[in-house]
């Protein structure tokens, strides 16, 4: 055994043929036991000292690998940062060995040259020194000659930040010695004034022991009046010697400087939540938008924190965590850490060794925080617990952050709070049922009030020709308005680009994408067809590729055409727009948010990202574009979401006392009912018309989905295997729990044709482990059949 592994320990192990690759492994047990089917490998290294994954890091693996139909293994390539793996690297070094009487060509001679005067060379590096060489195919022959030796070269991703510091030698530190130095340097003034600038900054002359802290070399180097030789001169001498210390990448912030007041209807709610903890392990907190959720969860984190446990803060978007971390951090200061995936790997590694070492007992972060190594959690909020931003696509495991959060709690014996203005309806109707405890806080922070919320009416606008482009008279006017009284005006459109397709006038012909069953949305500033779903890009055509024509036109609008219809409209506005486009960059989203905040924006147009939680001070007039595709959309959650995302991006209007926000909703039916109830804020209604729908047709929450995609690159052979599956799945299963298969909307996504097999199975009495693998064997029965090669399939379970 390996001295010092210990279980939680990443070590390095071979894999493959001859041991050909290298992969990270975690000591999930220590044992004596060989396997009995294969030849175990030696381990090649132990990477850490202490564990870095705790005990209920590796029990929470093993659950998810069951829970959601996958293999340890992709539960762990999907928790541990990239920084926490290392990586391997192929070098190639000249064989001491070789003989040169084997004939070599001039290219091969050109590159053994190079290596004979390196240690060892990567492809890259040697490619950039032998320039026009083709490396791989001479290094292929040169190996058959054993004339070089390929090997891989095994190195941790994570590399601490170093700062390189400068400080006198331990010779000068006395007062005398000292002296004797600057009398000395007096005939070289510009070597005399680097030792005098040192110690302005750190006056060894009043304290010797100051000397060891040294200072960072780039304050001296960054000073123009300095010469940069004689500070090289200097150390060469021996008067500053320079040494390299780690340098966290998260900056210690200042002590807190917030402290939160309650008003009397959160103070009641917190004292609610913590009444209802000492018997309930989960509670819902139902708020409406503005009413200060967000300061109730900081006054249970406070006293979280002050038990001595940890907690875990959970959001649905980066967006939001880049607003509300502001707000946190004047409360709770370096106590807390942030994780989220627009962080480095290092960044991400060194909050993960944070919570290890202790240093973060409080971490805010989206849903890849759940696998943080707590090992001593007491409180997990979820906010905004109904966004489907928490479910996770692709890769497995498809994982709801929300129920991973849940078991993490009961392991460790921690309590949790879900929060939402809309919740799901699965844990609203769990609250119902007494499973979870149920605080209901109805009252806007402040004076403020919900917003008045109209309907505007397209089809009598368009018929009277009273709207521009995508905007209505009634919105254009709203909008006018906000801009003379200086207040901001939020517009959202679920749906990025510019147009969603383009066509001929002529023709019909559509830009579709060669990869996807979808059309080619267009980006007016990068000025192409993208596809949304592979990537795939394309210039946009001048003329139609089938007839010729040039009335090729944008059909539909998105994010982008708003934001440049808005600078049309109204060219005095300083306008932004929030969506996947415009916030790629690390700091885009804390750029825009800031910028908004400050009043530095009139306008914001933006995706989904802009309905979750996001707070601010001067949004009196929301407008909301293209409803009825939201509500229309074929899913039996439809009715639910619509309400949930209407109801959130409403709520951003008049969260402050003062004048009442508005609401403008674009829609060609205003009659639906589901535009009723989210203008009487009425969840209740809701919830239960839904609830009802829902128990008749035996939908969540009465029942489990489990959604499995069959996929092959020919449609008759993903059509076979999908139709297969399915008949094996009903024979044992029954009509009634297998629906399908079905093309989705979208029936070919990166050439792949794809079916859809949804199964139900009713809550009760059900073994829901012994179905799992009934349907794992299934699977394996279509993937290990000859005639079926290729065939991929995709297990969701609890699909959205």
């Not at 041991?19 to 030696?42: F, G, I």
């Not at 530095?600 to 933006?606: A, K």
């Not at 989210?678 to 489990?704: H, M, T, V």
Request: hydrophobic content about 40%.
């Amino acid at each position: 055994m390996v001295a010092g592994i210990k279980i939680g320990a990443r070590v390095i192990v071979p894999f493959g043929k001859k041991n050909s690759r290298v992969l990270t492994a975690v000591v999930a047990r220590l044992h004596s036991t060989p396997p009995p089917k294969y030849q175990a490998r030696y381990i090649l290294e132990l990477l850490d000292e202490y564990p870095l994954i705790t005990g209920y890091q590796l029990e929470l693996f093993r659950w998810m690998a069951d829970y959601y139909m996958c293999c340890v293994g992709e539960v762990m390539n999907v928790a541990l940062p990239s920084g926490l793996k290392i990586s391997s690297q192929s070098k190639v070094q000249y064989n001491p060995d070789f003989d040169y009487a084997e004939l070599l060509t001039p290219e091969e001679v050109s590159l053994l040259e190079e290596l004979q005067k390196h240690p060892a060379l990567t492809y890259d590096e040697l490619g950039r020194l032998v320039g026009e060489l083709n490396v791989p195919a001479v290094i292929k022959s040169l190996v058959g000659k054993h004339a070089v030796i390929v090997f891989e070269e095994v190195r941790e991703k994570y590399v601490p930040k170093m700062i390189r510091k400068v400080r006198l030698h331990p010779n000068y530190e006395e007062q005398e010695q000292l002296l004797m130095l600057i009398r000395r340097l007096e005939k070289l003034p510009k070597q005399q004034e680097v030792v005098m600038r040192y110690m302005r900054h750190v006056p060894v002359q009043l304290n010797p022991s100051l000397n060891a802290r040294g200072l960072d070399k780039s304050v001296l180097n960054q000073d123009d009046e300095l010469s940069q030789s004689s500070l090289a001169t200097l150390v060469k001498n021996g008067v500053f010697e320079t040494f390299e210390v780690i340098q966290p990448r998260f900056a210690d912030l200042s002590a807190p400087t917030a402290e939160i007041i309650l008003t009397e209807a959160q103070r009641k709610a917190s004292e609610q939540v913590m009444a209802y903890f000492q018997t309930q392990n989960i509670v819902l907190l139902h708020g409406i938008t503005g009413s200060g959720k967000t300061e109730v969860y900081i006054d249970l984190i406070q006293q979280a924190l002050g038990s001595g446990s940890q907690v875990l803060y959970l959001l649905p978007e980066i967006a939001l965590t880049t607003q509300i971390v502001v707000r946190l951090q004047r409360v709770f200061g370096d106590k807390m850490g942030i994780y989220h995936s627009k962080f480095s790997d290092n960044e991400r590694v060194e909050v993960w060794k944070g919570i290890v070492s202790g240093r973060y007992q409080f971490v805010v972060g989206v849903r890849s925080a759940v696998f943080l190594p707590f090992d001593n959690l007491g409180l997990i909020i979820v906010d905004e617990e109904h966004e489907t931003s928490y479910k996770q696509h692709d890769p497995a495991p498809r994982y709801h952050a929300r129920d991973v959060a849940m078991m993490m709690a009961q392991w460790q014996q921690a309590k949790v709070l879900l929060g939402s203005a809309t919740p799901s309806l699965e844990s609203y109707y769990q609250a119902k049922q007494g499973r979870y405890r149920l605080v209901e806080l109805f009252q806007r922070f402040g004076d403020a009030v919900l917003p008045e919320i109209t309907l505007v009416d397209t089809k009598v606008e368009k018929k009277q020709k009273t709207m521009k482009n995508e905007f209505t008279s009634a919105l254009l006017a709203a909008l006018g308005n906000n801009l003379e009284i200086k207040e901001q005006s939020i517009l959202f459109q679920n749906r990025r680009g510019y147009s969603p397709y383009v066509q001929c006038e002529d023709c019909e012909w559509t830009a579709e994408c060669p990869n996807c069953a979808v059309s080619l949305t267009y980006h007016m500033r990068a000025a192409e067809l993208r596809c949304h779903y592979c990537g795939y890009k394309e210039e946009v055509p001048r003329t139609c590729p089938t007839c010729g024509s040039t009335k090729v036109k944008t059909v539909g609008f998105g994010t982008e055409k708003l934001e440049d219809q808005l600078q049309i409209l109204f060219p005095a506005a300083r306008i932004l727009r929030m969506d996947l486009d415009t916030t790629r960059a690390k700091n885009a989203y804390q750029q825009i948010i800031s910028e908004f905040e400050q009043g530095d924006v009139d306008m914001l147009v933006g995706t989904q990202m802009i309905t979750k939680g996001l707070d601010f001070d001067k949004v009196s007039l929301v407008g909301i574009f293209d409803a009825d595709r939201i509500i229309r959309f074929p899913e039996f959650r439809a009715t639910e979401r619509a309400f949930q995302m209407l109801t959130q991006v409403s709520g951003r209007a008049g969260r402050r006392g003062g004048r009442r926000g508005r609401v403008l909703i674009q829609t060609s039916n205003p009659q639906q009912l589901i535009l009723q109830k989210i203008i009487a804020n009425d969840y209740k209604g809701l919830y239960d018309e839904e609830i009802r729908e829902r128990q008749d047709f035996n939908y969540p929450p009465f029942s489990r989905l489990i959604k499995v995609t069959v996929r092959h690159p020919e449609q008759h052979i993903s059509k076979q295997a999908s139709e297969r599956l399915a008949a094996e799945l009903t024979d044992t299963l029954g009509s009634s729990r297998v629906l399908g298969p079905e093309q989705p909307l979208v029936e070919r996504i990166r050439n792949q044709f794809l079916y859809d097999i949804l199964i139900k199975i009713e809550r009760g009495p059900v073994n829901m482990k012994a179905v799992k693998e009934f349907i794992r064997d299934r699977i394996n029965d279509i993937l290990t059949d000859k005639g079926l090669r290729q065939v991929s399939v995709v297990v969701d379970v609890d699909c959205l």
